[in-house]
């Protein structure tokens, strides 16, 4: 059965910066494309970023630009989000996720052989 499991969040003032980490298993992790999601309490989830097969390409959504980084290491199985001059905005709980694509994972619509993580939250104080 494969799993995401996130690790990193916690409570960090404005300005400040987390790291978030996903492991995985139980799927051959270099066939997916890799992913971070968020909801924030009483919104919509949202895209954050996603990393191509081989980290050849990375796309993030535009208020994280220049802020937020994804990275992946086949070898270990594991995705990371670093996160730096976080504003209050940024408050919510980040899900990790795996999928076919970057596309999919973008679409905020699992595919049938995709993964999401239980999440994480993340609290920024102002």
């Known amino acids: 059965q494969a799993q995401l499991v996130e690790s990193g969040g916690g409570l960090v003032q404005a300005g400040g910066s987390l790291r978030l980490s996903c492991a995985a298993s139980?799927?051959?992790?270099?066939?997916?494309?890799m992913g971070w999601i968020r909801q924030a309490p009483g919104k919509e989830r949202e895209f954050v970023a996603a990393?191509?097969?081989?980290?050849?390409?990375?796309y993030y959504t535009g208020s994280v630009k220049g802020r937020f980084t994804i990275a992946r290491d086949n070898a270990k199985n594991t995705v990371s989000l670093q996160m730096n001059s976080l504003k209050p905005e940024d408050t919510a709980v980040y899900y990790c996720?795996?999928?076919?694509?970057?596309?999919?994972?973008?679409?905020?619509?699992?595919?049938?052989?995709?993964?999401w993580g239980q999440g994480t939250q993340v609290t920024v104080s102002s």
């Open positions: 996720a795996a999928d076919t694509t970057t596309a999919q994972i973008m679409s905020l619509r699992k595919s049938p052989g995709g993964y």
């Open positions: 990393i191509g097969l081989n980290a050849e390409y990375t």
């Open positions: 139980g799927l051959t992790f270099s066939r997916y494309a």
